[in-house]
């Protein structure tokens, strides 16, 4: 499916590559005015590509103020399917015939030995993961193409949300759970911590969310880090 013009396609790409927004975000991530936001942001919520919420589908609910609150913007399951490519659909060619062929058993064991490739690139722990162990995984995860961020889940710093607000493997998560399962267990694996996936974009869910408990003493740095992503995400949605 293509986009109802470049205007939308930049802003699709945006909330596919930096996470939900409000008009005014998507405005300053690309350069735009307002005024020039709200009629492709309209075409694509007509074409079904986005939605419009009163909050994000991730993070800790916003605190309570007067007026009518913005509206927050993200990608619909058929949004980030309009992003896929001949590549994907080979590849859950592929899962199948290991299904058909392999049973459970085939699948269970390339979702293990893919989520270990994910261990490697993330590193080992280093005791209890921080915010800012946190916020590096992030990163790496960003430039597997997971557009990760992080946030404070909770009053005491004493957990944060992993976002991922895409997916390379969406649709192959959705038909075979057992990719979730295996990533879910390499988080975990390489922080050296249970974590809890409340949610993921193979489901439904807007974006694939982790809890992850941190030691809030050594909160201090994931500001810093998590400017540094947004900078730099703002800069390849400007491109």
Same mark, same amino acid.
């Given at each position: 499916?293509?986009?109802?013009?470049?205007?939308?396609?930049?802003?699709?790409?945006? /909330?596919?590559?930096?996470?939900?927004?409000?008009?005014?975000? /998507?405005?300053?991530?690309?350069?735009?005015?307002?005024?020039?936001?709200?009629?492709?942001?309209?075409?694509?919520?007509?074409?079904?590509?986005?939605?419009?919420?009163? &909050?994000?589908?991730?993070?800790?609910?916003?605190?309570?103020?007067?007026?009518?609150?913005?509206?927050?913007?993200? /990608?619909?399951?058929?949004?980030?399917?309009?992003?896929?490519?001949?590549?994907?659909?080979?590849?859950?060619?592929?899962?199948?015939?290991?299904?058909?062929?392999?049973?459970?058993?085939?699948?269970?064991?390339? !979702?293990?030995?893919?989520?270990?490739?994910?261990?490697? &690139?993330?590193?080992?722990?280093?005791?209890?993961?921080?915010?800012?162990?946190?916020?590096?995984?992030?990163?790496?995860?960003?430039?597997?193409?997971?557009?990760?961020?992080?946030?404070?889940?909770?009053?005491?710093?004493?957990?944060?949300?992993?976002?991922?607000?895409?997916?390379?493997?969406?649709?192959?998560?959705?038909?075979?759970? !057992? /990719?979730?399962?295996?990533?879910?267990?390499?988080?975990?694996? !390489?922080?050296?911590?249970?974590?809890? &996936?409340?949610?993921?974009?193979?489901?439904?869910?807007?974006?694939?969310?982790?809890?992850?408990?941190?030691?809030?003493?050594?909160?201090?740095?994931?500001?810093?880090?998590?400017?540094?992503?947004?900078?730099?995400?703002?800069?390849?949605?400007?491109?």
């Amino acid at each position: 499916m293509k986009f109802p013009g470049e205007a939308a396609a930049r802003i699709a790409r945006s /909330l596919l590559d930096v996470g939900p927004g409000t008009a005014s975000d /998507l405005a300053d991530r690309l350069g735009l005015t307002a005024t020039a936001i709200r009629r492709p942001l309209a075409a694509l919520i007509d074409s079904d590509l986005v939605v419009a919420s009163d &909050r994000a589908p991730y993070g800790p609910a916003p605190a309570p103020r007067r007026g009518r609150p913005s509206q927050v913007f993200s /990608l619909t399951q058929a949004g980030r399917s309009a992003f896929s490519d001949a590549t994907e659909d080979l590849a859950l060619e592929l899962l199948r015939f290991v299904a058909r062929t392999q049973g459970r058993t085939g699948i269970e064991a390339f !979702a293990a030995e893919r989520a270990d490739r994910l261990v490697q &690139r993330i590193g080992p722990a280093n005791g209890v993961p921080s915010a800012a162990s946190v916020q590096s995984m992030a990163d790496t995860l960003t430039t597997a193409g997971y557009a990760a961020s992080v946030d404070i889940a909770s009053d005491d710093a004493r957990t944060v949300q992993l976002c991922q607000h895409a997916c390379p493997v969406a649709e192959a998560a959705g038909e075979f759970p !057992a /990719l979730c399962e295996a990533e879910t267990a390499a988080l975990g694996q !390489a922080l050296g911590v249970h974590v809890t &996936r409340l949610a993921t974009i193979a489901h439904g869910d807007g974006v694939c969310t982790t809890v992850i408990p941190i030691d809030a003493r050594r909160l201090a740095g994931v500001s810093q880090a998590t400017s540094i992503l947004q900078t730099n995400s703002n800069r390849r949605a400007m491109a």
